[in-house]
C-alpha cells in the first residue's frame, strides 16, 4: 500500500483511508468488523470517524461509529498499528450532541467535552488526527452555494481561540495532529496564519468533498494544499454511489442509501445524470469498473493525501481494493478533463 506523508508531519498514512460513518446504522457491527480487518489485512490502517457519526445523525446512534471501531480496537488489541482520526461537530442546531442542550459551537469548552467522549468511545487516550468537521463561522455547506455565495457577518468563534483550545490537547497528548474538513480557502488560510503568529499547531490536512462530479477543491484550495502541504483527505469519491450509475432514470435500488434515507440530494442536480452517463462510457472505454475508476481519479490526485471510501459489504469493499490495480493514465486524464470541462462541477 502506497504511504503518503500527512502534511508537514514525520506521520505517513496508505493512500485509501476506511471511511466509518455507516458503522452502526446501514453497517452493523459485525459487518463493519469484517471491512476493518480487510482493509487491515490490504494495509489500510488509517480508519476515519467523528462524535456525529452514524450518518444519518440522530440521538440514539450518535457516537455508535466510534464505539464499533474502539471495540474492535480493544478485541485485537491493535491501537499501535491504526492511525485513527475523528472529528468534533462544528455550528449546529442539534442539541443532543451536548450535555446543556445548546447549540454545538467550536468553543474550547465543547471542544474538551467532545474529545474527551470521543476518546472513551474509541477506548483509546489519543486520536492521531483530530478534524474540525465544519466551520464555526456561517458558511454555505453541503452543496448550499449552488445559487450563489451569500455572505453572512454573524459572530463566530474566533479561529485563534478554536485553535488554542486543540493546542492544549496535543499538548496533553490527546491529539496528535489537527485538521480541518468542509473549509474554504479563506478558512484554511486562517487557520495556518493563526498558528504561525502564535505558535499554535499547524493544520496537516482538510477533508473535503472531492469526485469527478465536484472539483471545487481545484479552485482555491488545491494550490494551498501543495504549497502549503495542508493535503486533501477526499471524501464522496464515488459521490455516494451516484458515479455506479445505479440511481440513473429514477431508479433507487434497496438497500441503498437513497431507498433507505433518501440522502443523495446533493448528487440529484439537473446536469448530474449527463455527467454520470459520460463518465459510466470513459470507464468501460478503459475496460474498467465504474466505482474503481472513479477511485482511481481521485488518488491519483497529487494534492491528494487519502482518498476516504465508504462499502456497505466485501463485495464493494473488493472494488475498492481493484481500484489500486488501475493504472491512471494521461489518454484517461485527457478522457475525464475534456467530459468536466463541458460539463463542470455538476454536484458543487
Known sequence: MEKRRLGRTDLEVPALCLGTMMYGDQIGEDDAVLQMDACLDRGINFLDTAEMYTVPPKPETQGESERIVGRWMAARKNRDDVVLATKVAGRSPAAYMRPDGGETRLTPAQIRFAIERSLKNLQTDYVDLYQLHWPDRRVQLFGGARTGYVHSDEESVPIEETLGALGDLVKEGKVRHVGLSNETPYGVMRFLEAAKERGLPRVVSIQNAYSFLNRTFETGLAEIAMAEQVGLLAY??????????????????????????????????????????????IAEKFGADPAAFAMAFVTSRPFVTSNIFGAR??????????????????????????LHGRNQNPCP
Open 313 to 338: 459489504n466485501l463485495d464493494q469493499l473488493e472494488t475498492i481494493f481493484a481500484s489500486l490495480d488501475i493504472d491512471w493514465t494521461k489518454e484517461m486524464d485527457d478522457a475525464v478533463n475534456d
Open 236 to 281: 464522496s469519491p464515488i459521490a455516494q454511489g451516484v458515479l455506479t450509475g445505479k440511481y440513473l432514470d429514477g431508479k433507487n435500488p434497496p438497500g441503498s442509501r437513497k431507498a433507505l434515507f433518501d440522502r443523495v440530494q446533493r448528487y440529484e442536480t439537473p446536469c448530474a445524470d449527463d455527467a454520470v452517463r459520460g463518465y459510466l462510457a
